[in-house]
């Protein structure tokens, strides 16, 4: 009895503990706080967030953006192109705990491998037929095929990807994410392009590979 009150009590603690680190972004403590776009980027005042307008000075079209009402440019090397809502282009969606992406595909497009640290993220197919995927933390594929009015569900910090199947038509998909600045980290980019680069040894060794090898991939990526 004495044992299993304690180990439910270290049970609720783990669970209070872990409800703590996952936490999304901070609750407003006002009805609204306006990005303030103007405040200068070499500021020498930092915060959580963007700093807020007065908010007598909120108008509608602070809660509005067309940043995603254009397709993006998808002739790059992905095929894809990723337009996002910031407190800069919809500054009302500062402190709500929320933004929105617009992906568009090329043929045969894809969003390669990447994480956000800070956000779940929800898609939805609106046009085409994307093949979507995350993997667990035990590296297990969970992988589904949509089609246009498809949703699925990426996992706060799991890497996932996005692939246009279609060889022949583009496709589209928007996405809700739970954090104003969800982050992005693509793994090839984290691996292999960064500045200053990691040192050859450890990414060789980490992915057992040569040098020539390691060069190539770093010269593909712009690293
Ligand atoms: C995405 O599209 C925009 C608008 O066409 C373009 O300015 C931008 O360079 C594109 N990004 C990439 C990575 O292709
Ligand atoms: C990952 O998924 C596999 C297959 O469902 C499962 O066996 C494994 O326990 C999962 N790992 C985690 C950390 O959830």
Redesign the pocket.
């Known amino acids: 009895m004495e044992t299993g009150g304690s180990l439910w009590l270290i049970f609720f603690l783990c669970l209070g503990l872990l409800q703590v680190r996952v936490k999304p972004d901070p609750d407003p403590l006002q009805d609204y706080c306006v990005a303030d776009t103007t405040s200068p980027q070499g500021r020498d005042l930092f915060i959580n967030g963007a700093p807020c307008i007065n908010p007598a000075m909120a108008t509608p079209s602070h809660f509005a953006t067309s940043a995603l009402a254009m397709r993006g440019n998808t002739a790059n090397q992905v095929g894809s192109n990723v337009s996002l809502t910031t407190t800069r282009n919809l500054p009302g969606l500062n402190t709500q705990g929320l933004a929105m992406a617009r992906v568009d595909f090329a043929a045969r497009g894809i969003v390669p491998p990447h994480a956000h640290p800070r956000a779940s993220e929800v898609t939805i197919c609106i046009q085409g037929s994307i093949l979507v995927g995350f993997i667990?933390?035990?590296?297990?594929l969970?992988t589904q095929q949509l089609r246009a009015g498809d949703s699925f569900v990426f996992p706060k910090g799991l890497v996932h990807f996005l692939y246009n199947v279609d060889a022949m038509t583009p496709a589209v998909a928007v996405a809700g994410l739970n954090s104003q600045n969800p982050g992005a980290q693509l793994v090839s980019l984290a691996t292999f392009a960064t500045k200053p680069a990691i040192p050859d040894e450890v990414v060789e060794r980490a992915f057992q590979i040569t040098g020539q090898e390691l060069a190539r991939i770093r010269k593909n990526l712009g690293g």
């Open positions: 667990n933390t035990t590296n297990h969970f």
